[in-house]
DNA sequence: GGAGATGTTTCAAG
DNA sequence: GCTTGAAACATCTC
């Protein structure tokens, strides 16, 4: 499920732990979400710290620990941040599980498509050097501009998907910018007119404001006129005008448009 | 049984 | 050196 609102809503969820120390862990060393990371070191430092903060940012959370230790986490697919009691015993997918005193939090992933990385020191690099968030100032039309500009040639609906660009955007949130910019997702990047960009831009920044309002704040839904509602089924039709949506494989992902607004 | 799934990384080619 | 497109990753669901 995860872009950014998700990502949001399941990184709160852990908020139950805050200020509190770890007084127990247990992860399966073995699984894909640990790759490149030093299981043994978190392991033997994290139980005693305390998980003092988390950020997000697009995909990406950041948990800070007591003694400037950080735990950085991406959902993949399939990943997903849950609380539960004090006495949880993990299920085959629950790979890191923190115990603390009042509750435990779980990480789950099915498809081990997600990360986790644990560092020491100062906060990680990535953090420092990651993309402008879509609520952000930095989010500019002038970042957005020179973005399609780099990577004119590829499709609109795979440009908004490179995550340096368009932090957080995801295959449904790249479908329903596109949706309400009414632009096409085959259209290649440098094939934009100003206007276009500038629409592109607003719907980006409009869809990361209302999908954290909803989605992120409680996992309720985003308004009903949405593409989101219709593009999970073959037989969805366009919010707007009724249109049959069309289906098709762009950027190798399955992506929905409306072949009556979204023209060009 | 087979196809496809809301994501990244890697690699070869241009 | 940069960009692009396809394959790979591992498991579940329809």
């Not at 990480?107 to 402008?132: N, T």
């Not at 957080?168 to 440098?190: F, K």
């Not at 039709?237 to 607004?261: E, H, Q, S, Y």
Request: aromatic residues 10%.
């Amino acid at each position: 499920m995860p872009e950014l609102a998700e990502v949001e809503f399941f990184r709160k969820q852990w908020d139950a732990g805050l200020k509190q120390p770890i007084l127990k862990l247990k992860l399966h060393a073995y699984v894909r979400d640990f790759r490149g990371t030093d299981c043994a070191r978190m392991l033997k430092l994290l139980p005693g710290s305390h998980l003092l903060e988390s950020k997000g940012s697009g995909k990406q959370m950041l948990f800070s620990f007591s003694h400037k230790r950080w735990l950085s986490l991406h959902l993949g697919m399939t990943g997903k941040l849950t609380v539960e009691a004090p006495s949880y015993v993990p299920s085959k997918h629950d790979h890191l599980v923190f115990y603390q005193k009042r509750q435990a939090l779980v990480f789950r992933d099915a498809r081990q498509f997600g990360r986790v990385c644990f560092h020491e020191g100062e906060s990680p690099g990535w953090w420092l050097r990651r993309g402008p968030d879509l609520t952000s100032q930095r989010f500019s039309l002038a970042h957005v501009a020179q973005f399609l500009g780099r990577h004119r040639r590829l499709a609109i609906k795979a440009t908004l998907l490179l995550q340096p660009g368009f932090p957080g955007i995801g295959n449904w949130m790249a479908d329903e910018v596109l949706w309400q910019a009414r632009i096409s997702p085959r259209v290649l990047s440098g094939q934009l007119s100003p206007p276009l960009v500038r629409r592109l831009w607003m719907a980006s920044r409009q869809v990361g404001r209302v999908s954290l309002r909803t989605i992120g704040k409680d996992f309720s839904d985003p308004p009903a006129k949405w593409l989101f509602h219709e593009r999970w089924s073959r037989k969805g039709k366009c919010p707007r005008d009724g249109m049959a949506l069309k289906f098709g494989t762009i950027g190798g992902r399955t992506t929905a448009w409306c072949p009556r607004c979204q023209s060009t």
